[in-house]
Nanobody, 115 residues
Framework: QVQLVESGGGLVQPGGSLRLSCAASRSIFSIRNMGWYRQAPGKQRELCATITIGSNTNYADSVKDRFIISKDSAKNMVYLQMNSLKPEDTAVYYC?????????WGKGTLVTVSS
């Protein structure tokens, strides 16, 4: 069980950068999988990136080489550094954790990429 709260969303111009933060209500040291997902208007929710308990990372092709997922377990925080942003990145971004086979989600933070 965990509560997740995202922050850091906002309006950014194409080519710009933004860092999203996910604050967990409990220790994340023992959480095997955490990640960031996004849902654009009219689209399905999709995976952006995941990070394991051992800090192994995986990225969707659409964000690979532009986004970086990281975590600071001592602070119960997960981050998504978003670089070279494109209008297609506009979406609500959600933090995710899997605990004992259960999915937990934050309420999301809106990222709008527009000039």
């Amino acid at each position: 069980q965990v509560q997740l709260v995202e922050s850091g969303g906002g309006l950014v111009q194409p080519g710009g950068s933004l860092r999203l933060s996910c604050a967990a209500s409990r220790s994340i040291f023992s959480i095997r999988n955490m990640g960031w997902y996004r849902q654009a208007p009219g689209k399905q929710r999709e995976l952006c990136a995941t990070i394991t308990i051992g800090s192994n990372t995986n990225y969707a092709d659409s964000v690979k080489d532009r986004f970086i997922i990281s975590k600071d377990s001592a602070k119960n925080m997960v981050y998504l550094q978003m670089n070279s942003l494109k209008p297609e990145d506009t979406a609500v971004y959600y933090c995710n954790a899997v605990i004992n086979g259960m999915q937990y989600w934050g309420k999301g933070t809106l990222v709008t990429v527009s000039s």
